[in-house]
């Protein structure tokens, strides 16, 4: 009788628990060990996103030892490549009827040889003659309307060519050696417009600097924005 009433006892007690884990045990720590897994390599991933994007050494171009990143933020650096294309300096001298028409490839191709914005290069041709339209560039072929000197064939005191392009060709070498290069003032070297104009086309000869400074940045703005305005 006492056995049966132990045997009976046993019967009805709850069960001992296993110490071995079952299935969903492993199943949740599976889960949690992903999400940390998880966590770690995507954190790393999102971390450039919080903190700013991370940091990227470029080597910048430079002319005559002056890096683009040099040149001070607000004003118009002339050093860069080509911010116009051929094409549009060519629907440019046309609209405004210039015999030069036709050369825009080679104010393209001498921008990226002497490292120069073609940009700048349209917009003294504009300032200085109309693109070649008005005044002794009609017959000198200038595209800057340099002064005379010593070795040069001129006309009325102002350098004369053979070729528009040569005359392109004589502008850039005179920004990027003149200027640039620090050969024509002891204020240069010049990489602004906001710096060549005063030496270039000073207020002594009869010229207005800021408004000389002021059409060319009107152009470039203009242009740069796909504009061709006559």
Known sequence: MFLRRKYLLALSAPPRSSRRPGCGFWLCLLVVVCVVVWLLLFSNLLTPLVKGKPSITI???SLNGVTFAQQSPGVS???GRPSLS?????RVLSAYHS???GTGQALYDLSQRYGID???A???FMHESLFGTTGVA???LSLGNTRCTPGYQCIEGYRAYATWQAGYLDWYQLIKDGYVGGQVSSRCPC???EQIIPVYAPAADGNNEQAYIAAVRSAVVAWRAGWVVV
């Open 59 to 61: 080597a910048l171009p």
């Open 77 to 79: 650096g002339v050093l």
């Open 86 to 90: 051929a094409s549009f300096v060519n």
């Open 99 to 101: 015999p030069a028409v």
């Open 118 to 120: 073609d940009v700048y």
């Open 122 to 124: 349209l917009a003294f």
């Open 138 to 140: 009609r017959a000198t």
């Open 191 to 193: 990489v602004t417009i």
